[in-house]
């Protein structure tokens, strides 16, 4: 998605996004990879994300890269974790390790 770009609403997609522009609304996708300039007001959820522009909402990942222009105001829930010097981030860390596991009923891990 192009700089000059704006959504409205939530985005869904089981393929990677490579993001420019601006998100009003949640994302969850397998892979994202936000630019400098982009801006997302919502919650962020993806197995694989690199981090550079501004993120004003929580974010969860299986891995997650925090580059040094990241702008994140939120909380982080991350299974592995990189942060480059400079960036900045305003919220509380979580690893996914630490995450109580829901079990069911016959000791079956709720997913």
């Given at each position: 998605?192009?700089?000059?770009?704006?959504?409205?609403?939530?985005?869904?997609?089981?393929?990677?996004?490579?993001?420019?522009?601006?998100?009003?609304?949640?994302?969850?996708?397998?892979?994202?990879?936000?630019?400098?300039?982009?801006?997302?007001?919502g919650a962020?959820v993806?197995?694989?994300?690199?981090?550079?522009?501004?993120?004003?909402?929580?974010?969860?990942?299986d891995?997650?890269?925090?580059?040094?222009?990241?702008?994140?105001?939120?909380?982080?829930t991350?299974?592995?974790?990189?942060?480059?010097?400079?960036?900045?981030?305003?919220?509380?860390f979580?690893?996914?390790?630490?995450?109580?596991?829901?079990?069911?009923?016959?000791?079956?891990?709720?997913?």
């Open positions: 998605m192009g700089a000059d770009i704006g959504i409205e609403g939530d985005l869904a997609a089981t393929a990677d996004l490579h993001l420019d522009g601006r998100v009003d609304g949640d994302i969850k996708c397998a892979a994202l990879v936000q630019g400098e300039t982009s801006e997302i007001t962020v993806a197995e694989n994300a690199h981090v550079a522009g501004k993120i004003k909402g929580s974010i969860s990942a891995t997650l890269v925090i580059l040094k222009t990241a702008r994140i105001e939120g909380d982080v991350y299974g592995t974790l990189s942060i480059e010097e400079g960036a900045q981030v305003e919220g509380n979580s690893n996914r390790a630490a995450e109580p596991k829901l079990m069911l009923a016959g000791g079956t891990e709720a997913v």
